[in-house]
């Protein structure tokens, strides 16, 4: 009988420890999750070409976004594992009320969608921001009409980023002092491994990571990609 009073003891004391513990404070930063881009109508290369900008220019949209510390993003491979789960990893369209949909299963409150269209080297990246909770289209930008040629695809994706944010209830992105400038071939071979990556292609996706990082040897999102293909 003592030894159970001074077990309970114990975990009494135990229990007053723990509330006495300041609480982990949670991220309230508003979150966002971005999807694969739509391919709005494109010719001049073959269809995985477009299948894997699809995935390049969604997860430059997460980078881009992610230089803001004013809200959260959700990792592009969450994302792609919940579209997974729901039969939606092929879907070349989302509508409004699926991605809100995908939105609440990932934790965002906001969700960008996208389309882009090349024809034949004539580019235009198009995004739009959706609030998850009601499905509402708060803002449809596009990128900087001036920027045209398939070359200057990094910057483009960067001004339909920087568009997207701009005059909403939202943190806007913050102003750039320097900016890198990605070689359109760097960023297509990292498509590219994205798709053989999300295939489960990794020895593909290790191939396509190099050359990507062969082009660009600063491209940080190619060589994130390669640590996660070379350690699964």
């Known amino acids: 009988m ?34 694969p881009f739509e391919n ?43 579209l997974d789960e729901q039969g939606l990893a092929l879907a070349e369209r989302v509508d409004r009320e699926t991605a809100a949909r995908v939105g609440k299963l990932v934790g965002a409150r906001y969700m960008i969608t996208g389309s882009f269209i090349d024809l034949y080297g004539d580019f235009r990246v198009d995004a739009r921001l959706i609030n998850v909770e009601t499905g509402e289209i708060m803002k449809v930008a596009r990128s900087d009409p001036k920027l045209r040629d398939r070359k200057d695809m990094y910057r483009m994706i960067q001004s339909a980023a920087e568009r997207v944010m701009a005059g909403t209830n939202l943190p806007p992105l913050p102003v750039r002092t320097a900016s890198r400038q990605v070689p359109t071939e760097a960023l297509a071979f990292f498509s590219r491994a994205l798709l053989y990556h999300d295939r489960g292609d990794k020895a593909k996706a290790v191939e396509y990571y190099r050359k990507a990082l062969d082009l660009f040897p600063a491209f940080a999102e190619a060589s994130e990609g390669l640590r996660k293909a070379q350690g699964s």
Request: hydrophobic share 45%.
């Open 40 to 82: 709005g109508g494109s010719y001049g290369k073959d269809k995985e070409d477009f299948e894997s900008l699809r995935k390049g220019i969604a997860a430059l949209f997460v980078s881009e976004l992610a230089q803001n510390p004013a809200v959260r993003l959700v990792d592009r491979e969450t994302t792609q594992r919940i």
């Open 2 to 35: 003592r030894r159970q009073n001074l077990t309970t003891w114990l975990a009494q004391i135990a229990a007053l420890a723990l509330t006495a513990l300041p609480a982990v404070a949670q991220d309230t930063r508003p979150g966002i999750a971005v999807l």
